[in-house]
């Protein structure tokens, strides 16, 4: 077993979010668990959700979807200091409550600290 959530890490990807990813995103923002620990309120409409997606997720200078294989299962963010802050970033990140406790947040953080800095 302990292979197998191995392997499960290694597949994990970000990129950009899409209009598409609609549904795997309503099933982590509309989760309790998940927005407790975040800025944002739990979403409770499929609109709400695709408006945050058209207007912010998708214009946002550093925000990615993280994929395991071809699902969307959260986000991650980078959002840059300004002021005395500015070589600084601030990173932040949501996941699907049923991929918790397998070390994926920790996977996605360092494949962006390594993007982050090249960049």
Not at 69 to 82: D, L, Q, Y
Not at 95 to 116: D, E, F, H, P, Q
Request: proline share 3%; with cysteine.
């Amino acid at each position: 077993m302990a292979g197998h959530d191995h392997d499960e890490i290694s597949e994990i990807t970000l990129r950009p979010f899409n209009l598409s990813d609609i549904d795997d995103f309503m099933e982590w923002a509309t989760d309790e668990k998940v927005s407790h620990f975040c800025i944002w309120d739990t979403y409770n409409s499929r609109e709400q959700a695709m408006g945050f997606i058209k207007y912010l997720a998708i214009p946002h200078p550093w925000l990615r979807v993280i994929c395991l294989g071809e699902k969307a299962i959260g986000s991650i963010s980078v959002t840059p200091g300004s002021g005395i802050g500015e070589k600084k970033g601030e990173l932040g990140y949501a996941l699907n409550s049923k991929y918790w406790g397998k070390g994926i947040a920790t996977r996605a953080v360092k494949i962006v600290v390594g993007t982050i800095f090249r960049e």
